[in-house]
């Protein structure tokens, strides 16, 4: 890449990115998914700390009791209050959910976009690799790693999940690029002498962004759920510490009779789901190259 | 098209291959073995047992051993079940899962794709929120939660439904719309983002102008091109939907599948595994190869040199 | 002008719906078992195997007694020794010679009649190394079994067990063994038919078809009819069983349902008997439906192994202090609901007439005590150390209930650390835990079942201690003929047991199960034992 050409990027970047923030600040429901999600997030690292209960503390005797005015979401079956639980377990699944999505993102989106700009024999392997790993046992790799490293640290879960949910990222990135490669312009810019790199950057992947913008947010929700099958399998977060997709999968199955257990933990799931997605859709009407020009 | 099929089914053998190899070498990096239990057996006993199934030789001959009987089609009996062959069960359970898999499909693909589509055409309406509000609900609650809420409603209260097995056909709704809800939530977002991309292109705008009316616009020129994304994850999705679901069949009491890939790795049924493994390679480079076959079809510029 | 082809599907889809509601099923599997004498019955998982002589849980015992029969079978209700395949038998008054004689009605379910030749095919094949039979070790009360097995001995005609005539079989013990006609009952000790062994891989063939339907022969009160995994396997009652007459039921279908799915199937009438009921499911029993939710204790404790050669574990005033310091009552009351008794010892209630006599308190102070003794006052300086579980939401809950009474009453702070099952064993095997959750079922009704574990050389003595006096203590026990002075002795290693602490005891299992009032003819049974022989269904038009 020549230093003008860097300079180009750059510029279109900065351009791009100030359109972008005009156009989010138009956009009322990306602002409320905005404020609803950083309220989320606060409420959950600061909140515990402002409750009189731990998340830990447990009260045999009192068991699972329904909402009241001490504890506002009801208790779980040990008598945890279950707002402070629900709270730290957002920690949690917030953390992994971005994490593991974001290697997810950067593995999925590279790696289809070069499969589908290089084509041919390359495209094919690359593919084909994508195809292998589809089938390959997921449950047993997680059971090795859990063996393998002893400690059970976050970063261990990023890259186990992130491992899988790549997959599909990359085959749709790369049907997409596969789309687009052809087209005029990108013949034209090629024409031009502008570099692979710049092509791919400046001319692909921006007419990508509709489908990984709405794959991205589809991502969050499968990794948080992800998360409470490998903590059943002994990765991951242990007890007395939760998740969201523990407690939703353990509130389930007690749903009618003690509806609480499931219905707070997933209404902050889902309202965190729901900003996110309104977030994900400004975004992806504001960085749309078609929409600003 | 012929050209790209052969090559592509030339392809699977070395892709099958490096399943089978690291699938094999997975299992016997993974703690424990098929024939650990709570009492564990006198070591002799467990050399007879292995003894038995040529676990006791060296790593390189259990391999080839493995790779011939491959070659032959047999992946022998499953260690957990004992009178048992591998294909048996898979040809007894995957049916089931097939069927299952196929409503599902059915129930996500004319729900979602609709959905998504109008919601795309009535862009910033309430219509959208609305549309893309329930969609939004199928993603937030998972089948192990959509599972028991439904059975609490349509069998449990409204007595409509059996609450689980598979003989009758009314059995087949629950468990269909639990598995395809969340594919048809997939599916809607992935439509509307992929028409709302296409309804901004020019030849849209062209055709909009030329004066035709509005859905003949939308059916003509736009739904192919906003339908891609949904294709290509349809292909992978698709393998897995017909494979069978380890919550829905649990939930639902289905003789399917998809307990069968859980079961056999927590089992460490090395022979099942395999079996499970490489069935489901060969449905992931099937589907995904009708999936470009349709790709292409949809997009004929996308087609290879 | 077209109409938008994809509401088309949406529309058909509705439509196809609509009609299906219409076309359920009405008649419950409880209401069609009532009234043609089938029984529905949740066994909790896919039997891994119906092969008498290798099967190893419950669950595949569970199913195999419809199907075979040994010499004596126990009485439903009472548990008591009754005849089975052998109509009478008599004891030599040493203990040693056992002569049993056949019911000449018994048959298999092929017509074949059952012979004690089929009985020595089937010591013989359980005890053949080659099988690798799992539990052969239950035959080793006869005379040269041990040897046979482990290969001392290679001419089966030496094991202690003769066939007399067509209808008379003979067997020596090694030494006199009081509960033998129990153990006979023990699905080791079931015949299998000979020609149908051999003729699907010969004697010593694991991987057999020979238990699949349509190939099963047995000699019990019900034949194998269909068997398909995770789907049921369907048992008709037999035409040839030698007491076919006082079987009430016609068929029964085991179904290998998961426990949350049970609960609904029983709630809904398509189930008569669950396997178990879910913790949080029990309470709501109790108060809505008492006469339908059953408790029977089992032989079983559930406790905590302690690796002893762990600091700071390998003090026994740490591990003491970790065990006192455990609220059983609350743990059982309040967490695990199905009546379960606390455990102050290990070996449960009444195995064998034996109830011990030592204890250990429940008092916190004195933990305190001596964990500042061992030098950890309030637990200050304690070393991290880890809690090790299999997967499950019980042991979890069990665990981390735990983990906070020993951080509030000795200032302990621990991690859970949880594992799926193999990988646990591994672990285990390995002894690469500091505390891990185990469990132990009675083989048979003693308390030498429970206690030898604590032997040095068990193989299931995970915890490195290693005692010669208790070592001692169980060998004489084993050689010791009168059942009082037997007890004494193992109240002595009770005793010495608890005092060193290797295992934490924590509760005396209870089975929970939902039973239909139609079923009569099922007890309440101390090793969950159910002859389906007993069962009936009466339902209430």
Redesign the interface.
């Known amino acids: 890449m020549t230093k003008h050409e860097r300079e180009q990027i750059a510029n279109d970047a900065t351009s791009l990115g100030r359109d972008a923030w005009e156009q989010i600040k138009r956009n009322r429901m990306a602002q409320i998914g905005g404020v609803l999600f950083i309220t989320i997030t606060l409420l959950c690292w600061i909140g515990p700390a402002l409750s009189s209960y731990s998340f830990e503390q447990q009260n045999l005797a009192y068991g699972p009791q329904a909402p009241s005015t001490e504890h506002w979401f009801g208790t779980d079956d040990l008598g945890r209050d279950l707002f402070v639980r629900i709270l730290t377990g957002g920690q949690v699944s917030i953390s992994v959910g971005f994490a593991a999505t974001l290697v997810a993102l950067i593995i999925g989106v590279t790696y289809g976009s070069i499969a589908g700009y290089v084509g041919g024999k390359s495209e094919d392997l690359m593919m084909r690799f994508v195809d292998a790993v589809y089938a390959l046992p997921f449950t047993m790799i997680v059971i090795i790693l859990t063996v393998t490293f002893n400690e059970k640290n976050l970063i261990l879960i990023f890259m186990a999940i992130g491992a899988v949910e790549w997959l599909t990222m990359a085959r749709i990135v790369r049907g997409q690029t596969r789309a687009l490669r052809k087209l005029n312009y990108v013949d034209a810019a090629k024409v031009y002498g502008a570099s692979h790199l710049s092509i791919l950057l400046k001319h692909i992947l921006p007419n990508c962004l509709g489908p990984i913008i709405v794959y991205t947010t589809l991502t969050i929700p499968a990794v948080i759920l992800l998360e409470s099958v490998l903590s059943f399998l002994g990765l991951g977060v242990q007890p007395p510490m939760s998740s969201w997709g523990v407690l939703i999968n353990e509130g389930a199955k007690k749903i009618d009779i003690y509806p609480w257990q499931l219905i707070f933990p997933a209404i902050f799931f889902s309202l965190t789901l729901f900003a996110l997605n309104f977030i994900g859709d400004g975004l992806r009407d504001a960085l749309d190259p078609k929409e600003s020009k | 098209m012929f050209n790209l099929i052969a090559r592509r089914l030339l392809q699977a053998i070395p892709t099958l291959w490096v399943v089978a190899t690291a699938t094999f070498l997975l299992l016997r990096l993974a703690p424990g073995g098929p024939f650990d239990d709570e009492k564990p057996l006198a070591p002799e006993i467990k050399e007879q047992i292995e003894a038995h199934y040529g676990l006791n030789l060296p790593l390189h001959e259990q391999y080839f051993a493995f790779l011939g009987n491959l070659l032959k089609g047999d992946f022998g009996p499953s260690y957990k079940y004992p009178g048992w062959d591998v294909q048996e069960i898979i040809a007894q359970a995957f049916p089931v899962s097939l069927e299952l898999g196929l409503w599902g499909l059915l129930i996500a693909l004319s729900v979602g794709i609709p959905i998504g589509t109008l919601a795309a055409i009535k862009h910033n309406t309430s219509t959208e929120t609305g549309l893309m509000g329930f969609a939004m609900v199928g993603i937030c609650l998972p089948s192990f939660v959509i599972g028991p809420i439904l059975l609490l409603i349509f069998s449990l209260t409204l007595n409509w439904f059996n609450p689980l097995g598979w003989s009758y056909a009314s059995d087949r709704v629950l468990p269909a719309v639990t598995l395809g809800l969340l594919y048809a939530a997939y599916i809607a977002r992935l439509a509307r983002s992929g028409m709302l991309d296409v309804l901004r292109h020019d030849y849209i705008r062209t055709a909009r102008a030329k004066g035709l009316a509005e859905r003949a616009v939308v059916i003509r020129h736009a739904l192919r091109t906003a339908l891609y994304p949904v294709v290509a994850y349809l292909g992978p999705a698709a393998a897995g939907l017909i494979s069978g679901s380890f919550v829905v069949e649990t939930i639902f009491f289905i003789p399917g599948l998809g307990p069968f890939f859980v079961n056999a790795a927590l089992n460490r049924d090395y022979q099942m595994v395999m079996g499970t493994v490489l069935f489901y390679a060969v449905l992931i480079i099937l589907f995904n190869l009708i999936v470009d076959i349709i790709q292409m079809w949809m997009n004929p510029r996308a087609r290879h040199d | 002008?077209?109409r938008?082809?994809?509401?088309i599907?949406?529309l058909?889809?509705c439509a196809l719906?609509s009609l299906?509601?219409g076309?359920?099923?009405k008649t419950t599997n409880v209401e069609y078992g009532n009234a043609n004498q089938e029984l529905f019955i949740g066994i909790g998982a896919?039997p891994?195997?119906?092969?008498p002589h290798?099967l190893?849980g419950l669950t595949e015992y569970s199913v195999v007694m419809a199907f075979l029969e040994g010499l004596t079978t126990l009485d439903a209700e009472s548990m008591r020794v009754r005849p089975g395949v052998a109509q009478s038998w008599e004891i030599s008054e040493d203990g040693l010679t056992y002569t049993f004689h056949f019911n000449p009605k018994a048959k298999w379910s092929n017509g074949d009649p059952v012979t004690p030749e089929d009985f020595l095919f089937s010591f013989e094949r359980i005890l053949t190394?080659?099988?690798?039979?799992?539990y052969?070790?239950m035959l080793y009360p006869m005379r040269g079994a041990e040897a046979f097995h482990?290969g001392e001995l290679t001419d089966f005609s030496k094991v202690g067990a003769t066939a007399i005539d067509e209808y008379t079989l003979q067997i020596v013990l090694e030494q006199p063994t009081p509960y033998f006609l129990s153990l006979l009952a023990h699905n080791t000790w079931f015949p299998v038919h000979p020609p149908t062994i051999l003729q699907h891989g010969g004697m010593t063939e694991?991987?057999?078809?020979?238990?699949?339907a349509g190939n099963y022969i047995g000699n019990g009160p019900f034949v194998l009819e269909d068997w398909?995994?995770?789907?049921r396997v369907y048992a008709v009652k037999s035409q040839h069983y030698h007491d076919t007459d006082s079987v009430k039921l016609n068929g029964i279908h085991f179904?290998p349902?998961?426990i949350?799915?049970e609960e609904?199937?029983f709630?809904?009438g398509?189930l008569h008997i669950t396997e178990s009921v879910?913790?949080?499911?029990i309470e709501?029993y109790r108060e809505n439906s008492p006469e339908t939710i059953h408790f029977a204790t089992s032989l079983g404790v559930y406790y905590y192994m302690l690796n002893t050669e762990r600091e700071p574990l390998n003090d026994p005033r740490v591990r003491k202090a970790l065990a006192y310091s455990i609220?059983r009552e609350?743990?059982t009351k309040?967490?695990l609901k199905a009546g379960q008794q606390p455990a102050y010892h290990f070996t449960p209630p009444n195995a064998g007439g034996y109830n011990a006599e030592a204890r250990f308190p429940y008092d916190p102070d004195l933990a305190r005590e001596l964990l500042a003794e061992a030098g950890f006052p309030a637990g200050k300086d304690f070393p991290a150390f880890e809690l090790l579980y299999n997967?499950s939401?019980s042991h979890?809950?069990i665990?981390?209930?735990i983990?906070?009474m020993w951080k509030q009453e000795l200032g302990i702070d621990i991690?859970?650390?949880?594992?799926?099952?193999?990988?646990?064993?591994?672990?285990r095997?390995a002894g690469e835990f500091d505390i891990l959750r185990a469990?132990w079922f009675g083989d048979y009704d003693d308390p030498n079942t429970f206690l030898s574990l604590g032997e040095t050389n068990n193989?299931?003595n995970h915890t490195n201690w290693s005692n010669a006096e208790y070592d001692a203590l169980i060998k004489q026990a084993a050689v010791t003929l009168d059942p009082e002075a037997r007890k004494a002795i193992f109240q002595k290693a009770e005793t010495l047991l608890i005092d060193e602490m290797p295992v934490i005891p924590i509760y005396f299992y209870v089975t929970s199960r939902l039973i239909d009032d139609s079923v009569q003819g099922w007890y309440p049974s101390i090793l969950d034992n159910h002859p389906y022989q007993a069962i009936e269904l009466i339902g209430n038009e």
Request: aromatic share 8%; net charge positive; glycine share 2%.
């Open positions: 002008m077209h938008p082809p994809f509401f599907p949406t058909c889809l719906l299906l509601i076309c359920a099923k896919e891994a195997t119906l092969d290798l190893t190394p080659l099988l690798g039979a799992p052969a070790y482990t694991r991987i057999s078809k020979w238990t699949k398909r995994l995770n789907n179904l349902i998961d949350e799915t609904r199937a709630r809904t398509h879910p913790i949080h499911r709501w609220n609350e743990l309040h967490v997967t939401e979890r809950t665990a981390v209930a983990q906070q991690e859970l650390h949880n594992q799926e099952w193999k990988a646990y064993l591994s672990t095997e469990a193989g299931n």
